[in-house]
């Protein structure tokens, strides 16, 4: 099953002082870790820095969410816009040291949806097989309410890592 990896990376970061996408080494590892962990290609989503440089890998492409500024929606719209094959999964950019096994756990888990949680608590990435990439999508929400009401299956993860985004 042919999956697309996409990394959301087009916010403005401005808790962290400045686009994430510009930290050194965190798109590089966010794309190395889907396609280690069994993504066919991968789509970063880009928008406060539309030139963050992306990985010089044939299987790495980039797309610029034009209304990235109208919240997370906007970008996760992009991104599943640019998916192709039979599913996608979502991760962020400001999850540096996201481990290649929770990425392998989420996919082998089943059902169409599903959800990386730490403890409990829902995290990423997130799995949506290609019947969900038309989801409903508003605002500076990304897919959580969709998951819960459509019974996405969680795959706890704790014992691999902690699931923290990270706030400069």
């Known amino acids: 099953m042919a999956v697309t990896g996409i990394v959301l990376a087009a916010g403005a970061g ?3 002082g400045g686009p994430k ?16 962990g069994g993504c066919a290609r ?14 010089a890998d044939a299987r790495v492409t980039s797309v610029v969410a034009a209304d990235w500024a109208d919240g997370l929606s906007r ?3 992009a991104g599943l816009d640019a998916a192709t094959g ?35 608590r ?12 038309n989801l409903p999508l508003s605002g500076d929400r990304g897919a959580r309410d969709y998951l819960v009401e459509h019974g996405a299956t969680e795959v706890e993860c704790s014992d691999l890592w902690h699931g923290l985004d990270v706030d400069r």
């Open 21 to 36: 996408a510009l930290t050194p080494g965190w798109l590089a590892q966010a794309c190395s870790t889907l396609l280690d």
């Open 75 to 77: 970008s996760l719209r």
């Open 122 to 133: 829902p995290g990423h990435p997130v799995y949506l097989s290609g019947e969900h990439w």
């Open 86 to 120: 039979e599913a996608a999964l979502v991760t962020l950019v400001d999850l540096p040291g996201l481990p290649v096994g929770v990425v392998q756990r989420v996919l082998a888990a089943g059902g169409p949806l599903r959800q990386a949680v730490f403890d409990g």
């Open 14 to 16: 401005t808790r962290a």
């Open 42 to 55: 991968v789509v970063v989503v880009l928008g406060a820095a539309p030139d963050a440089p992306i990985p």
